[in-house]
């Protein structure tokens, strides 16, 4: 071929490689969606949506989410107005698509509530209800069950760190950083006291899954490009902790990811955005007329407790923003919302 039929025969070929680049990336695109049924929505409270911690998660972290309160029931709450606290709460029944109102539930949580908690959480199994509210300068944690009826309730000093649940439902733990020392500290929900354990330990390798065990994956690595975990064994009048740690795949390395485990603690679910090297062009009246803004697009993952066995269950469209991901007490399906509505994907 001459020379001057060269430079047009690749740069087709650069146009082909790249159209083809594109339609793969468009094809695989919205896979996630495809392998999940919407069960909820559209709602228009379930677009706006903004992540905060500490006192105010309640305003804001909260201004919709839900979470599983049996194998085929959500517990949804989300907020009536814009900032403020004035929410609406149901429980849903999936297979009927019916909708009850919990009127207890919005007075407990209502800004007109003195008491009012400013975080709640559901436990992994969708028995109990977490919340915290303050003190002067502490914390009151109170567990009830879904009738409200209280089951433990501890007195800590604020820390302004998010509880977090065990698997299995036995208790929640904090990490907390104090004055150089970093220690989890552990609630147990057959014990009335609170137990302070060093985490300044060396971990050991993480287990495939956890077993019986209750297990939290820590908020805060020691290590860059690595997961830590925590594991107790309860007895009567002590409690053992094991820290243990891995390597975040390879394929999330890239990502901003967010780690979600299972009920039994035999699984991590791992949401992650990847920013892509093409932007995405936004057309504005003012000059520069076109502003360049990166991309994302998402992907939802599902590995061992170890991060082994990795393996993609379905990519967003770019520029879709998955929230609030929850696992069913069964750990057989996951829920997300996504474009104003519920959706709920089988893993299994």
């Known amino acids: 071929m001459k020379r001057s039929n060269l430079k047009p025969f690749l740069a087709a070929l650069l146009i082909l490689l790249f159209g083809l680049g594109l339609w793969n990336s468009w094809r695989e695109s919205g896979t996630l969606l495809k392998r999940s049924m919407a069960i909820y929505g559209p709602d228009p409270a379930l677009k706006s949506d903004q992540t905060y911690s500490g006192y105010f998660s309640a305003?804001?972290?909260?201004?919709?989410?839900?979470?599983?309160?049996?194998?085929?029931?959500?517990?949804?709450?989300?907020?009536?107005?814009h900032n403020e606290l004035k929410f609406r709460a149901l429980r849903l029944n999936l297979p009927t698509r019916t909708e009850t109102p919990l009127p207890d539930f919005e007075k407990l949580v209502d800004g007109k509530n003195e008491a009012r908690p400013f975080l709640w959480l559901v436990s992994p199994d969708g028995r109990w209800l977490l919340s915290v509210r303050e003190q002067q300068t502490n914390a009151v944690f109170t567990v009830t069950d879904l009738n409200w009826t209280v089951?433990?309730?501890?007195?800590?000093?604020?820390?302004?760190?998010?509880?977090?649940?065990?698997?299995?439902?036995?208790?929640?733990?904090?990490q907390i950083f104090d004055e150089g020392e970093?220690?989890?500290?552990?609630?147990?929900?057959?014990?009335?006291?609170?137990?302070?354990?060093?985490l300044n330990v060396e971990p050991m390798a993480a287990p495939p899954e956890f077993g019986r065990a209750p297990m939290a994956v820590?908020?805060?690595?020691?290590?860059?490009?690595?997961?830590?975990?925590?594991?107790?064994?309860?007895?009567?009048?002590?409690?053992?902790?094991?820290?243990?740690?891995?390597?975040?795949?390879?394929?999330?390395?890239?990502?901003?990811?967010?780690?979600?485990?299972?009920?039994?603690?035999?699984?991590?679910?791992?949401?992650?955005?990847?920013?892509?090297?093409?932007?995405?062009?936004?057309?504005?009246?003012?000059?520069?007329?076109?502003?360049?803004?990166?991309?994302?697009?998402?992907?939802?993952?599902?590995?061992?407790?170890?991060?082994?066995?990795l393996r993609a269950l379905g990519r967003l469209q770019p520029g879709d923003e998955i929230r609030r991901v929850a696992w069913a007490p069964d750990g057989k399906r996951l829920s997300f919302i996504l474009r104003e509505r519920i959706w709920v994907l089988p893993v299994e």
């Open 218 to 309: 820590l908020p805060e690595a020691s290590q860059p490009d690595a997961v830590e975990c925590v594991s107790f064994e309860f007895a009567e009048w002590k409690t053992t902790m094991g820290k243990f740690a891995f390597p975040v795949p390879s394929e999330l390395r890239a990502s901003d990811w967010t780690l979600y485990p299972s009920p039994a603690g035999d699984r991590l679910a791992w949401l992650a955005y990847y920013r892509q090297k093409l932007p995405h062009l936004a057309v504005q009246r003012e000059f520069p007329f076109v502003q360049a803004e990166p991309r994302y697009v998402g992907c939802l993952w599902l590995s061992r407790t170890d991060g082994t066995e």
């Open 59 to 81: 305003k804001y972290h909260y201004a919709c989410t839900h979470s599983w309160v049996s194998e085929d029931q959500l517990l949804i709450h989300y907020n009536r107005e």
């Open 182 to 198: 970093s220690f989890a500290r552990l609630y147990r929900l057959d014990s009335p006291q609170s137990e302070r354990i060093r």
């Open 151 to 174: 089951a433990q309730l501890w007195t800590n000093r604020w820390m302004n760190t998010r509880p977090i649940w065990l698997s299995r439902s036995q208790g929640f733990v904090e």
